[in-house]
T-cell receptor, first 109, second 116 residues
């Protein structure tokens, strides 16, 4: 079956750095996505990786290793507004998005 | 960027009634739209995939006669929850994309349905 694993919840301090890991096992691979979702709102796109390596976008970076079925989202200089759920999703061989359960990130002052 | 709208943003209805939710792609043509359901503190659950002009493909466990999907044009898809019950209360989110190559789905803001 297809599976995406990410931690259920993480806590970090304002101003610090946090890394949210995601491992996946899917039938085929056509890209990995990270979305941010605040409570009661729809997800918003953060990043997309289809080749191995690090993609940096401001305070957020995303890394992919296809051989290891592994990705992480790195958030720097954490702000209180970064408190949200972070969803990892993989597009499989049928171009269907397979979603992880999400990681709830709690930022403490 | 691409914008997807949903209407209504929230709705309260009585048990046994039907509710229609609209999803529109405002500045692009969406050949494929996705309908998700999300219960509190849970991740997105794909309900169905609809392609313009054809019948929707429902995920396992989703009743197609209860959740009617119509994708009549390249900019509009509707989800009708028929004979709603309290257990149908949830956050319904649509997204739109171009199949086979587009790297992003564009999400609507979601519709919160409460069935009393």
């Amino acid at each position: 079956g297809q599976n995406i694993d990410q931690p259920t919840e993480m806590t970090a301090t304002e101003g610090a750095i946090v890394q949210i890991n995601c491992t996946y096992q899917t039938s085929g691979f056509n890209g990995l996505f990270w979305y941010q979702q605040h409570a009661g709102e729809a997800p918003t796109f953060l990043s997309y990786n289809v080749l191995d390596g690090l993609e940096e976008k401001g305070r957020f970076s995303s890394f992919l290793s296809r051989s290891k079925g592994y990705s992480y989202l790195l958030l720097k200089e954490l702000q209180m507004k970064d408190s949200a759920s972070y969803l990892c999703a993989v597009k499989d061989s049928n171009y269907q998005l397979i979603w992880g359960a999400g990681t709830k990130l709690i930022i403490k002052p | 960027g691409a914008v997807v709208s949903q209407h209504p943003s929230w709705v309260i209805c009585k048990s046994g009634t039907s509710v229609k939710i609209e999803c529109r792609s405002l500045d692009f043509q969406a050949t494929t739209m996705f309908w998700y359901r999300q219960f509190p503190k849970q991740s997105l659950m794909l309900m169905a995939t609809s392609n313009e002009g054809s019948k929707a493909t429902y995920e396992q466990g989703v009743e197609k006669d209860k959740f009617l999907i119509n994708h009549a044009s390249l900019t509009l898809s509707t989800l009708t929850v028929t004979s709603a019950h309290p257990e149908d209360s949830s956050f319904y989110i649509c997204s739109a994309g171009v199949p086979m190559g587009s790297y992003e789905q564009y999400f609507g803001p979601g519709t919160r349905l409460t069935v009393t």
